[in-house]
Structures are given as structure tokens and as C-alpha cells.
């Protein structure tokens, strides 16, 4: 994907994920979706620096940067939504485009896509970007509303209630 898909799958996911983490709609709402939107967009244009050195989708395009990125707010205490917007850059072009990233490099060079993806100057490009954000905001629905009641429900189990 370029640009225009990243930062559009930012914004879209940021807008989602606000709503699913405060879906009154009001001013709150939109506060939640301007603090989870900067760093995400910011994330999701990061891995394309890779661009101006270095090899592109390999370089920055790998999972020690992502890991990076997840390990960075425990350690210094900001960036804490940075790395979703990584994260959504490489499934982004793991889904969405046809070439795929380097997902273990500089282990292996060996690129990893898959088959729903389109070329860069497709003009379906925004299409699938729309479809590969949506995904991603039913596996983030996911995440907030049923991960915990399983967890909870789990837990009741183990103890025995």
C-alpha cells in the first residue's frame, strides 16, 4: 500500500476503535479517537521510512521493529498507541498488497503476503484498504467485548464456581 492507504487505514481504525472504547458518540468519544488516532497514524506511516535507507518492506518491515515498538511504552513510558498503527501497516501490506513483507528479516529476506492483495496503483487499492480495516475492527471487537468475558469465564472454571 502507499500512503494515502496507510494513513486512510489509520484514520478509519482510529475512528473505530474510538467508538468501540467509548461508543456514546460525544465529546469523549471524539477525545478518545484524537489520543488513539496521532500515535496511530504516526505508527502506520513509520515503516515506510525504510524508503529513504535501507531496503523497503524489509528494513523496517519485520517483526524485532514491531516488537520494538510493543516493548518501547514499558520502557519509557510514552508511545503507547504507536505500535497498533505498525502493526496495521504490516497487515496492511500482508493483505492488501501483492508483494508482502519481510517479516523476519534480516533473519530471511523471504517476503510474506497473501493472496487477497492488489497492486500499489490499483485502483482498487482503497477498496481493500477499506476491507482490511474492517477486519481489523471485528478482530479488535473481538478483543474488547469477548476476550474478557472468556477470561472471566475461564477463570470461574479454574475455580471451580
Same mark, same amino acid.
Given at each position: 500500500m502507499n500512503k494515502k492507504g496507510h494513513v486512510l487505514?489509520? =484514520? /478509519?481504525?482510529?475512528?473505530?476503535?474510538? *467508538? /468501540?472504547?467509548? +461508543? &456514546? $458518540?460525544?465529546?469523549? @468519544?471524539?477525545? @478518545?479517537?484524537?489520543?488513539? $488516532? =496521532? +500515535?496511530? !497514524? /504516526?505508527?502506520?506511516?513509520? +515503516? #515506510? &521510512?525504510? @524508503?529513504?535507507?535501507?531496503?523497503?518492506?524489509? @528494513?523496517?518491515?519485520?517483526? +524485532?521493529? %514491531? %516488537?520494538?515498538?510493543?516493548?518501547?511504552? *514499558? =520502557?519509557? $513510558?510514552?508511545?503507547? *498507541?504507536?505500535?497498533?498503527?505498525? %502493526? !496495521?501497516?504490516?497487515?496492511? #501490506? &500482508?493483505? $492488501?498488497s501483492k508483494r508482502g513483507i519481510a517479516l523476519f528479516y534480516p533473519i530471511s529476506k523471504q517476503e510474506y503476503g497473501l493472496p487477497t492483495g492488489v497492486t500499489v496503483s490499483s485502483k482498487r487499492a482503497d477498496f481493500v484498504t477499506a476491507v482490511v480495516t474492517v477486519g481489523e475492527l471485528a478482530l479488535a471487537a473481538v478483543v474488547v467485548f469477548e476476550l474478557p468475558q472468556f477470561a472471566f469465564e475461564l477463570g470461574r472454571q479454574l475455580v471451580g464456581l
Open positions: 487505514n489509520a =484514520v /478509519l481504525l482510529s475512528i473505530g476503535l474510538g *467508538y /468501540l472504547l467509548v +461508543p &456514546v $458518540g460525544d465529546l469523549e @468519544t471524539f477525545k @478518545t479517537i484524537l489520543m488513539i $488516532g =496521532v +500515535p496511530v !497514524t /504516526l505508527g502506520a506511516l513509520f +515503516p #515506510d &521510512v525504510d @524508503t529513504a535507507f535501507g531496503k523497503h518492506r524489509k @528494513t523496517l518491515h519485520n517483526l +524485532p521493529i %514491531l %516488537l520494538g515498538f510493543v516493548a518501547f511504552p *514499558y =520502557v519509557f $513510558g510514552n508511545l503507547e *498507541y504507536v505500535w497498533i498503527g505498525v %502493526l !496495521t501497516h504490516y497487515v496492511l #501490506d &500482508v493483505a $492488501g
